[in-house]
T-cell receptor
């Protein structure tokens, strides 16, 4: 069965703290996506990781991909309230089939003062 | 480009009624996807099109659901008859296609409530 598993599913952080969200997947995809969703809103693309060892950073978020371990991480540095949202990782259902995605259940992040 | 455009944003309908959701993909994108999001099942792919042709509809829950893409700039997802368990947020997404270094872009979604 094709699976994408995220943990934790819920994360309550204090502002200024660091934390990591983990995404394990069972497909042979060499491409992984991170999306952000605010309540009642659409999915916003954060990162596209295209190969083993890929690392991308945007502001306080950094994502990495280890295709051998089938693991991606989303690291949050010095969290701020504006980062509160649900974060999804996703992989191609079929290698190269971008858009035909299997999503994780999402990690709901709440950053408190 | 304005992004993927979906309509309506909200739809409330009575059980048994027909519901039609609409989507305009990003111009130039040759793949279009319909997803459904629920608390219980998360985000699920229902069907996707390539160059207006349905490629995989294995995610469509049952025969009450149908989707069409009559041209490159328009797609519909129809539910007939609707049931309360169809209540969900339906997202349309589009992408440039296989092998590129881009991702799927999602519309704002249609929140469907069947009472």
């Amino acid at each position: 069965e094709l699976k994408v598993e995220q943990n934790p599913l819920f994360l309550s952080m204090q502002e200024g703290k660091n934390y990591t969200i983990y995404c394990n997947y069972s497909t042979t995809s060499d491409r992984l996506y991170w999306y952000r969703q605010d309540p009642g809103k659409s999915l916003e693309s954060l990162f596209v990781l295209l190969s083993n060892g890929a690392v991308k950073q945007e502001g306080r978020l950094m994502a990495s991909l280890d295709t051998k371990a089938r693991l991606s991480t989303l690291h949050i540095t010095a969290a701020v309230h504006d980062l509160s949202a649900t974060y999804f990782c996703a992989v191609d259902r079929v290698r190269g089939s971008q858009g035909n995605l299997i999503f994780g259940k999402g990690t709901k992040l709440s950053v408190k003062p | 480009d304005a992004g993927v455009i979906q309509s309506p944003r909200h739809e409330v309908t009575e059980m048994g009624q027909e519901v039609t959701l609409r989507c305009k993909p990003i111009s130039g994108h040759d793949y279009l996807f319909w997803y459904r999001q629920t608390m219980m099942r998360g985000l699920e792919l229902l069907i996707y099109f390539n160059n207006n042709v349905p490629i995989d509809d294995s995610g469509m829950p049952e025969d009450r659901f149908s989707a069409k893409m009559p041209n490159a700039s328009f797609s519909t997802l129809k539910i007939q008859p609707s049931e309360p368990r169809d209540s969900a947020v339906y997202f349309c997404a589009s992408s440039l296609g296989m092998g590129g270094h881009t991702e799927a872009f999602f519309g704002q979604g249609t929140r469907l409530t069947v009472v």
